[in-house]
């Protein structure tokens, strides 16, 4: 028999799960998307590493961007499976951000705003 693939399975790492957290719940909060240089600082990485992020997220389909205009990235996952993968990227965040100081796993789906 062949092992089956979780059906629950997110179609992202663990680290790009937290920069999907980080835009969905900064838009929600600050009603509008984060720039690159807000992620840049959140995760404390370098311009380059956020910008590969994007383009990564992009191009597997879960984030939407508009060309040559600030602010304008997009969470494309349905409420379900963000709902889901907040549940991931809270045990995925105390294992994988130990060194750094993360506040994705403090992040819940309650907000006083509703976009």
């Known amino acids: 028999m062949e092992p089956t693939k979780d059906s629950h399975m997110p179609p992202y790492t663990p680290k790009q799960g937290q920069y999907l957290a980080f835009i969905y719940h900064y838009t929600k909060v600050n009603r509008r998307s984060p720039a690159e240089a807000d992620i840049q600082r959140f995760f404390r990485v370098t311009p380059p590493t956020v910008h590969q992020m994007i383009l990564t997220l992009e191009a597997k389909g879960l984030i939407s961007r508009e060309p040559w205009q600030a ?36 992040f819940t789906d309650a907000s006083p705003y509703d976009l």
């Open 71 to 106: 602010r304008s990235v997009k969470v494309l996952m349905p409420v379900e499976e963000r709902k889901l993968s907040l549940h991931k990227l809270r045990e995925a965040c105390s294992y994988c951000c130990q060194n750094v100081r993360c506040n994705i796993a403090n």
